[in-house]
């Protein structure tokens, strides 16, 4: 079955640090572009990281820049996601999702998300 | 950063009815638009990119138009599994954007 999942998701106090993993199955996970995506509590859906098939190139979104480190291990068919300085605006369901080929940034497939609370 | 704007924020619509959400770009995004499904409790669902092209597996009431920063989504004869949130997205620049989406309920 085609497949992402998250894990790594749970409660940090606020400057701490935490790292997501996303597996992936069922197809060839080193020819895709991979994102994170996250959503607040009743909130809406905020694009966080990708990064290239090769894991070369890494992209951020100004809020998460310089606290988050996107990564994969193409071997293991894994990508991460480590946060560090974490605050309590970081709390939200983590998603990892996948782009279509050729297409860009179009996720046909999404994980279930991991939850990540950020409080003291 | 582009900014995306839906409207409304909620529909209510019966089942069998017609409905078209909206988005709007700050700065024209030429064709890159998907539009994404998210019912409570579960990972958003691809159901349209570039504008118009349905994603595998969705069916043909689902229709898409628009171009530059207008753009919309239409359900044709709505049932019951169609009641959810609706989010656009564009993929042209990044950051990635998405709109803060469309909530559809039973009236």
């Known amino acids: 079955e085609v497949q992402l999942a998250e894990s790594g998701g749970g409660l940090v106090q606020p400057g701490g640090s935490l790292r997501l993993s996303c597996g992936a199955s069922?197809?060839?996970?080193?020819?895709?572009?991979i994102s994170w995506v996250r959503q607040s509590p009743g909130k809406g859906l905020e694009w966080l990281a990708n990064?290239?098939?090769?894991?070369?190139?890494?992209q951020y979104v100004d809020s998460v820049r310089g606290r988050f480190t996107i990564s994969r291990d193409n071997t293991n068919n894994f990508m991460y996601l480590q946060m560090s300085s974490l605050r309590a605006e970081d709390t939200a369901v983590y998603y990892c999702?996948?782009?279509?080929?050729?297409?860009?940034?179009?996720?046909?497939?999404w994980g279930q998300g991991t939850t990540v609370t950020v409080s003291s | 950063e582009i900014l995306m704007t839906q409207s409304p924020g909620t529909l209510s619509v019966s089942p069998g009815e017609r409905v078209t959400l909206s988005c709007r770009a700050s700065?024209?995004?030429?064709?890159?638009l998907a539009w994404y499904q998210q019912k409570r409790g579960q990972a958003p669902r691809l159901i349209l990119y570039?504008?118009?092209t349905r994603a595998t597996g969705v069916p043909d009431r689902f229709s898409g138009s628009g171009s530059e920063t207008e753009f919309t989504l239409t359900l044709s004869s709505l049932q019951s599994g169609d009641f959810a949130v609706y989010y656009c997205?564009?993929?042209?620049?990044?950051?990635?954007?998405f709109g803060q989406g469309t909530r559809l309920e039973i009236k």
């Open positions: 999702a996948r782009e279509m080929p050729v297409i860009g940034g179009a996720f046909d497939l």
């Open positions: 997205q564009q993929y042209l620049i990044w950051p990635i954007t």
């Open positions: 069922g197809f060839t996970f080193s020819n895709y572009w």
């Open positions: 700065q024209s995004i030429s064709n890159k």
């Open positions: 570039d504008i118009s």
């Open positions: 990064i290239t098939p090769e894991g070369h190139e890494k």
